[in-house]
């Protein structure tokens, strides 16, 4: 079976300072991980993913995240908070064949991020 | 500009009714499904489909119905059996996948959603 864990459920930095969104996952399998990000009200809209390639992912709006297969990790970072960064965060674990859910599909509980003026 | 569409937006609805959310796309996805949101809990599937004219349950099935009669539409009917159905709901679809044994690819799609309320 996998897992996936958002280490924070609410992070607060201020504008202009680095984020870090913190999430481990447990997985038999090397799995494909996902970012997604969704503000008030909202669907979700894919930051970047992981699919066996370079370690290093780069998404949209400057993020990016590494995928540490040693400490099955995949935090996700940027350099500069913005305000518009201020939304909720969905660290998501996919394994192609089987397991998560019916979908192969395993989401975390979701980091609310909180930009500070 | 191609995406999904989900109506109504917002959603009252009286105990004991039946409600249906429509989800449409125009992204030539063969693959749809239905999410529901709760503060804190992450997204649970609700149902999905691979393909027109069928369709499976995923982990919170009970007290929801699904039809998939064409690649557009996967509406989804909230039954009065639900017994705790204010929510928010997501429909999301996914790009076919590359491999004869592969569920789906991983990167889903979302419309804005809807929010159900039992008054």
């Given amino acids: 079976a996998q897992s996936v864990t958002q280490l924070d459920s ?26 997604y990000v969704q503000h008030p009200n909202k669907g979700l ?10 370690t290093l992912v780069k998404g949209i709006n400057g993020f990016e995240a590494e ?14 908070a913005h305000m518009s960064d201020a939304a909720e965060y969905f660290c998501v674990v996919f394994y192609l064949y089987s397991g998560g859910g019916a979908d192969g599909l395993t989401f975390g509980k979701g980091t609310h991020l909180i930009i500070q003026p | ?32 499904y239905w ?14 489909s691979q393909i027109v004219n069928d369709f499976q349950k995923g982990d919170i099935a009970e007290g929801y119905s699904v039809s998939r009669e064409k690649k557009e539409s996967f509406p989804l009917t909230v039954t009065s059996a639900q017994k705790n159905p204010t929510a928010f ?16 690819t991983g990167e889903l799609f979302f419309g ?7 008054l």
């Fill in chain 2, 1 to 32: 500009d191609g995406g999904i569409t989900q109506s109504p937006k917002y959603l009252f609805r009286k105990e004991g009714q039946n409600v249906t959310l429509s989800c449409e796309q125009n992204l030539n996805h063969d693959a749809m």
């Fill in chain 1, 45 to 54: 809209q894919l930051l970047l993913k992981y699919t066996s390639a370079a």
């Fill in chain 2, 112 to 118: 804005e959603g809807s929010r159900l309320t039992v």
């Fill in chain 1, 67 to 80: 995928f540490k297969k040693s400490e099955t990790s995949f935090h996700l970072t940027k350099p500069s």
């Fill in chain 1, 10 to 35: 609410h992070v607060s930095v201020s504008e202009g300072t680095p984020v870090l969104l913190r999430c481990n996952y447990s997985s038999s399998y090397s799995p494909s991980l996902f970012w």
């Fill in chain 2, 35 to 48: 999410y529901r949101q709760d503060p804190g809990q992450g997204l649970r599937l609700i149902y999905y």
């Fill in chain 2, 89 to 104: 709901y997501l429909c999301a679809s996914s790009m076919p996948p590359r491999g004869p044994y592969l569920r789906n």
